[in-house]
């Protein structure tokens, strides 16, 4: 009898651990990544068929800022094709130096742009552009590898230009990035066309739409329109299912 008492206790105990777990849990289910020998800018790291890129570095910090890159990708339609109502909370994920956040703070004078990257050197160019701009809507955060470090239920757009193709924990990030939206909120990609061979970037830095949308619906996410008008891009919008 005692010990099917001691058996029962730990039994029920286990199951209240496990659920506890549950809503922080990052972890990716077991094998959800495979590993093989990388390829010339890959890290051998495989995820739902896709090799994850290197990451960029901060030494690419001037390449993000360059003057041209208005004209080259026509950064301009994408901020339109954004829609952004003045309230809106938008978390800028792997914001880099910050050339989307300080364009976008602009935008949303009554709600603020949380910029998140795991280089601290970017987090400091953030916070230094802040200081230059005086715009104060803007919050720097340092994320990690497999979270972007956002409160629950706090973000309207989580917008990621460039950057989803290297993240090192793509399903952990996505996990945590879906549990931050707002219900109604919306996941902007922004990647390099995988299916275009003329665009200039390396593989493993680009995307197709069909790669995009299948590790999108693994966290729940569904493609509801993409904006085509970009010179080398897609701009994808994902919502919850
Ligand atoms: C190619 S840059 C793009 C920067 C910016 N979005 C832009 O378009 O100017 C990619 C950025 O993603 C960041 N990054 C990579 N993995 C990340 C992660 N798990 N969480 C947040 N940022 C990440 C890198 O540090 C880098 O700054």
Do not use: C
Not at 60 to 78: F, I, K, N, S, V
């Amino acid at each position: 009898m005692k010990r099917l008492i001691r058996f029962l206790l730990l039994f029920s105990l286990s199951i209240a651990f496990t659920q506890a777990q549950q809503p922080g849990t990052t972890a990716a289910p077991k094998g959800v990544y495979q590993y093989q020998k990388p390829a010339y800018d890959g890290t051998g790291k495989v995820y739902m068929g896709r090799e994850i890129s290197q990451v960029m570095g901060h030494l690419g910090a001037a390449w993000l800022e360059r003057p041209e890159r208005e004209q080259e990708e026509r950064t301009d339609l994408l901020l339109d094709a954004l829609k952004l109502k003045p309230t809106d909370v938008v978390a800028d994920i792997g914001a880099g130096t910050g050339y989307f956040t300080f364009r976008i703070a602009s935008n949303v004078p009554n709600g603020k742009v949380l910029a998140v990257d795991i280089e601290p050197e970017m987090i400091s160019d953030l916070n230094r552009t802040k200081k230059k701009t005086g715009l104060s809507n803007v919050e720097a955060v340092l994320g990690t590898i497999t979270d972007p470090k956002l409160p629950a239920n706090s973000v309207d757009l989580a917008l990621l230009v460039d950057a989803y193709h290297e993240f090192s924990h793509p399903r952990e990030m996505m996990t945590q990035i879906v549990r931050a939206l707002k219900p109604g909120g919306r996941v902007v990609l922004v990647e390099y066309r995988a299916e275009d061979p003329n665009v200039p970037i390396k593989p493993h830095h680009k995307m197709s739409i069909a790669q995009a949308t299948k590790e999108m619906k693994a966290v729940g996410l569904s493609l509801k329109s993409v904006y085509r008008k970009l010179p080398q891009q897609h701009v994808m919008v994902f919502e919850r299912q």
